[in-house]
């Protein structure tokens, strides 16, 4: 499965420690792992955390725990009847812990001092839950499907029965009409031997074999026994099937009462589109099946091309409705002359084709394609009577592992051949699974060069946010927000590419044209008789960055510029987990007069412990408290603790992100310093707010 910010874990942490409970879910954090994480203080909360909807994905549950101890945990999750993982978290392993753990039913031991298995172990444990929630999600459609199969069955008029051991275990009413029988109890557990005539017994004992060794032919023709005695000609189609759990074999009997050569004719006149000779559209999505089926399971490659005439309406104006029937049949021809003898046709619509090249990839599957549309495009057709020029529209799909789907196959063939139709017709479109891999190379490729290039030619530019005083005397305050020049001229916002830029390194570099620029617009103002203090976000690779101190220290000196008027902002989960890394930079960092705040405040678990441990300037409520601030009092709420404990700590707090008044007036009244939003002043290239 796919781990990242648009899938949140929601972990319940059962541990004494606030900070241990606060690393590990920062630590999840920074491995990419979006977590909602909650910690029940008693055994009161865990139950009402465990009862609620949705239900936390994962226990972690420390052993050692006397708030609520792993008995206690277990005992809550047994008693809920879910499927909630436990994992415990242990400091050291030995024989006496893994038996406890097995004792007590969780489902592994975390350990504790090691990030990199904590990481590893959650990220199995998810991908295990998921594979068992959807696991039951299938179960209860192939349920669904039985019933309805049942159903069809049922009221099918073709004689179906189910063999087990040779036994029958099933037959539709069909079935047993054409033997003689009133209902199941009469044939059931009956041998499928005793309804074949006497003189064709051998032979069927000799199938019956083949049957159990796995080598069933498809169809067997043989003379049947009625429940009166009588026999009739009859042909029977075996097909592999499971009934209730059980492997058995599906029996589909039809009465013969023709020839057998003109039978095996008029079978292979059922699989043909009388129009066309083509295979018809039931025959060919047999063979689709079979194809994806191999592709998924012996990692093999197949191409599907569906092919529609371009502006068909227009040509059944010119030649009339009468005549639409020749000129499928004139186009069925040229399409059966261009094509190899192992490819697949078929008629799959009303003015459809479908081609399946087996063993094909993504080059032989192109070049098929741009074959047929050349053949259409440079021929003339001839019907009855008239000779016609048209193009053809062709989309495909190269079928692999990847997409070993006959639903999603057709979806996509379907969408590529409505492309080629869109933009003109006269068209190939062929979806390959495997290129989005290469694109995405190519387009992260393109972008550490546009990056690089961006930092040589400095190409990144500012905009300027204003935050606005809730309390107290105006100051001039601004937010400086990274935007990126694109080759046309338009702003590309940072996180289009920070994240291919911490995948190469290059945070390092943004950070510090980040701060350099800031420090220059500092110093440029002062000049100009402006105290103007200046927030700016740094990224965790700073605190590895031992020149940047050095740099701003530079850089202050260069521009004439006040430390004081700089703020970086790191968010508070980095801080957290590069403690000791942010402390050396704060100290750093303020022998310049250089304030240090936190952003993203208030997610963690604990957000104020940590200020126990670092000294922030300033905190940035995160902006999820803003999200319909007006309409949730929980929000509310969580705000006002945060401007409390700050104000008794003596920290400024900030709202950024505010949408409306109604909010603007919730934030006065908790107390908080400052608000920032397109509400009040969208951020901008120009510094001209009046405070």
Known sequence: MQFGKDTALRLLIVDDSVEAAEAIVSGLRNSGIAVRPSRPENEAELAGMIAQHPLPDIVLAAREARAVPITK??????????????????????????????????????????????????????????ARRALRRLEAQVRETERRCDALIDSSREPIAYIHEG????????????????????????????????????????????????????????EARALDGSNFPAVMEFTEASYEGEACLQVILRRQE?????????????????????????????????????????????GLLLIEPDHFNRLLQDIGLDAADSLIAAMAERL??????????????????????????????????????????????????????????????????KIASVTAVLGKASQCVQSASGVGGNRTDLFDPGAADRAEEERVEAWVTRIRDALDADRFVMDYQPLIGL????????????????????????????????????????????????????????????????????????????????????????????????????????????????????????????RVGLEQFGVGLNSFQLLTHFDAALLKIDRSYMEDLTGNPDHQQRVREIADKARELGKITIAEFVQDAGSMSILFGAGIDYAEGNFLAPPGPVMDYEF
């Open 73 to 130: 945990v277990m005992q809550a999750v047994d008693a809920s009847g879910k499927d909630l993982p436990v994992l415990m978290l242990i400091d050291s392993i030995d024989d006496t812990r893994l038996l406890e753990m097995f004792t007590l039913g969780a489902r592994g031991v975390i350990l504790r001092g090691h990030a990199d298995h904590v990481q590893s172990r959650v990220r199995r444990e998810w991908a295990d839950l998921e």
């Open 167 to 222: 036994m029958h275990i099933r037959a539709n009413p069909a079935y047993l009409e054409i033997f003689g029988f009133e209902t199941f109890e009469d044939i059931e557990g009956m041998s499928l031997l005793d309804l074949i005539a006497p003189s064709r017994v051998d032979g069927f004992k000799q199938l019956l074999k083949q049957i159990g060794k796995g080598d069933a032919p498809p169809r067997h023709e043989t």
């Open 336 to 401: 059966r002359a261009a094509l190899g003898p192992d490819d697949i046709a078929a008629r799959f619509g009303e003015h459809q084709f479908a081609v399946l090249t087996n063993n094909s990839d993504h080059k032989r599957s192109m070049g098929l394609a741009e074959s047929l549309r050349t053949a259409f495009a440079d021929h003339v057709l001839e019907t009855a009577d008239r000779s016609l020029s048209t193009t053809v529209s062709i989309g495909g799909v190269l079928i692999g592992e």
């Open 258 to 302: 023709i020839d057998p050569e003109l039978a095996r004719e008029v079978e292979a006149l059922r699989q043909r589109d009388q129009v066309t000779g083509l295979l018809n559209r039931a025959t060919f999505l047999r063979s689709l099946e079979d194809a994806v089926a191999d592709a998924a399971q012996n990692a093999t490659h197949h």
């Open 471 to 594: 309390h107290g005397e105006p100051i001039e305050m601004y937010e400086a927000y990274l935007r990126l020049r694109g080759e046309h001229g338009e702003l590309v916002p940072p996180l289009t590419f920070l994240q291919i830029a911490e995948e190469h390194g290059l945070l390092w570099e943004i950070d510090r044209w980040v701060v350099g620029k800031a420090i220059a617009v500092i110093g440029e103002r002062m000049r100009a008789g402006k105290q103007t203090t200046m927030l700016v976000k740094i990224t965790q690779a700073s605190l590895q960055d031992n020149t940047l101190q050095q740099f701003i220290q530079e850089q202050l000196a260069r521009h004439g510029a006040d430390g004081k008027l700089l703020v970086l902002q790191l968010p508070e989960s980095k801080v957290f987990t590069h403690l000791r890394a942010a402390q050396e930079f704060q100290a750093t960092v303020a022998q310049h007069g250089v």
